[in-house]
């Protein structure tokens, strides 16, 4: 049986950083650092607040600090390298772009100009990483620079005034709440007035803060949420399907089989098969 792999490229607490992942089980996330996606083969769907983009091989997408961005499951596991970099590092050499952000931006394969620019500079940390020369980490690091050169010059920047992000932190703080609460009590029931309550909104202005911010149903997101930490169960353990199912919070086996097929594409015990022949 094959495992998720997460393999980090530099190991310092840095402003610059970088990993490669093959993890899909990635559910709504921030960060206070910008992300940059890159695909070397293989398709990816990435949710990134109310929207889907399809990587398809060699893609690159960015997004801004902030953005709400998700893996969507796929079948097939897709290893992708993700570079992440601290806006503030950003300001304090390139003080142009206080209190303003990049905008969102996707370079496809069939491009060139700037995508093949930048995949120029992260097909050389790859190679970096992979030779693992005298000084790669330096040399990792100095094209993680280049990169954020190429951007600064090609890539539009938002204005972010320091209220605007007063309250868009106080809004991802609502969500990272929710989050939170899903991934402890997911096995348990979790009603909408409950999780309502707990952002503090009414029911109706919760659901609208919800999907606005993920593109998704609040139901939508824990049914997902429970699927991949049942298919992890199946992977990882010799627990039945039955236990599964109340393992991940589901109340009866018709409706895990029923969701599960509904995201996975099977049921779950082709799904257990499949993964114990690979």
């Not at 007063?166 to 929710?178: G, K, S, Y």
Request: with cysteine; charged share 25%; glycine share 4%.
């Amino acid at each position: 049986m094959k495992a998720h792999q997460q393999k980090e490229l530099l190991h310092s607490n840095s402003p610059l950083n970088m990993f490669f992942t093959d993890v899909s089980e990635f559910p709504p996330h921030w960060h206070e650092v910008a992300e940059m996606i890159y695909v070397p083969q293989g398709s990816l769907r990435v949710g990134v607040n109310n929207e889907i983009y399809k990587l398809e091989p060699r893609d690159i997408l960015l997004i801004t600090d902030g953005d709400v961005h998700y893996f969507v499951p796929e079948a097939e596991r897709t290893n992708r390298l993700i570079l992440h970099f601290s806006m503030s590092f950003f300001e304090s050499a390139f003080p142009a772009a206080k209190n303003k952000c990049f905008a969102r931006s996707i370079w496809k394969e069939s491009e060139a100009g700037v995508h093949n620019l930048l995949e120029e500079q992260i097909t050389a940390i790859i190679g970096e990483y992979c030779a693992k020369g005298d000084a790669c980490e330096i040399a990792m690091r100095a094209r993680l620079l280049d990169i954020l050169v190429l951007l600064a010059r090609n890539v539009p920047m938002q204005p972010y005034s320091p209220q605007k992000r007063i309250r868009r932190l106080n809004r991802l703080e609502r969500l990272e709440n929710v989050f939170a609460y899903v991934e402890n009590n997911y096995c348990s029931d979790i009603s909408l007035p409950e999780i309502s309550s707990l952002a503090n909104f009414s029911e109706y202005y919760f659901t609208r803060f919800f999907k606005e911010a993920t593109g998704m149903t609040f139901g939508s997101y824990l049914s997902n949420y429970r699927v991949e930490k049942a298919a992890q169960l199946l992977r990882d353990t010799n627990d039945t399907i039955t236990e599964v199912a109340f393992k991940s919070g589901f109340g009866s086996i018709k409706n895990f089989n029923r969701v599960f097929k509904q995201i996975k594409g099977c049921s779950p015990s082709i799904y257990k098969k499949t993964i114990s022949e690979e």
